[in-house]
């Protein structure tokens, strides 16, 4: 009887733990959904965005880099044309956008 109750528990765990998971994946792609999306171009690095973002909505360029990287999943700073990057730029109007913030 204790080794069904011990295997009991286990796969509930597993399966709440699936679902815990699966759930907050989902939640984070949402929260995404809310910043504009890029297509990265010839010339384009990741200092060159934080360049052109910072100078027009005063935000520090290691902070942008930080988000960026954290948020697109990059393993490391080198991007190359045809890449889709999410940027911490929210969608404010389609034609409008306003900076979000970066921690």
């Known amino acids: ?15 709440l ?3 815990i998971l699966l759930v907050s994946c989902a939640g984070n792609d949402q929260s995404l959904s809310q910043y504009v999306k890029i297509k990265v171009q010839d010339g384009d690095t990741l200092w060159s965005l934080a360049d052109h973002v910072a100078e027009k909505k ?3 360029k290691e902070d942008f880099i930080e988000w960026v990287t954290e948020n697109n999943h990059l393993q490391t ?18 034609a409008v956008y306003q900076l979000a913030i970066v921690n």
Do not use: C, Q, R, Y
Not at 4 to 9: D, H, K, L, R
Not at 82 to 90: A, C, F, R, S
């Open 58 to 60: 005063h935000i520090n």
């Open 17 to 19: 733990s699936a679902a």
């Open 1 to 15: 009887m204790a080794k069904e109750s011990i295997i009991f528990v286990g796969l509930f765990t597993a399966i």
């Open 77 to 94: 700073a080198d991007i190359k044309p045809g890449d889709e990057l999410i940027l911490p730029v929210k969608k404010k109007h389609p």
